[in-house]
Structures are given as structure tokens and as C-alpha cells.
């Protein structure tokens, strides 16, 4: 398994526009990939779940990465949040 940890720097948090991108992405590995946020965690194959979460601006969250694909699923991860972070 392996953890990553970000923040989102939007000061509106995580709205529909990223959590639709984090959901195709995830849907690409065979990996099983959940967010974490506070106490609370979603699958990443929902965005209901996702956006459920209500992570605000400055959250940190956590992406867990488990299965046959994680490394490849954790530097696309990492490629997304360092090209979609500033945008949001």
C-alpha cells in the first residue's frame, strides 16, 4: 500500500471539476484508491463519495493506493495534484 498526502490550496476546496478528474483517474488502475479526509474516506470510483467528504480549502487529505498497479497509480497521482493543485 502506499500513502500519499496533499493539500488543496483552492480556497473553495474540492469541488466537482477535480473530483471528476480524480475519478477518471483512478478508474484507469486496477489498484483499489481512496481519499482521506479527517476522519472520513471514499473510494475514488465515486464522486458522490468524493465530493460527500467536504474537503475545504487548505484540507489535507490522504490518497491510499493498494493493488498491482499502485506505483504506477501513485506518480499519475502525483503528476495531477502537481498540475491541478494551482488551478482550483
Not at 17 to 22: D, G, N
Not at 64 to 73: F, K, T
Request: hydrophobic content about 50%; glycine content about 8%.
Amino acid at each position: 500500500m502506499i500513502s500519499k498526502t496533499y493539500t488543496i490550496l483552492a480556497l473553495e476546496g474540492m469541488h466537482a471539476r477535480p473530483a471528476t478528474a480524480m475519478v477518471k483517474l483512478a478508474k484507469q488502475f486496477q489498484s483499489a484508491i481512496a481519499l482521506k479526509y479527517g476522519e472520513k474516506s471514499a473510494k475514488l470510483n465515486s464522486l458522490l463519495a468524493v465530493l460527500a467528504l467536504g474537503i475545504k480549502g487548505g484540507a489535507t487529505i490522504v490518497v491510499d493506493i493498494d493493488g498491482a498497479d499502485e506505483g504506477a497509480a501513485a506518480t499519475a497521482f502525483d503528476t495531477f495534484f502537481s498540475a491541478n493543485l494551482k488551478d482550483w
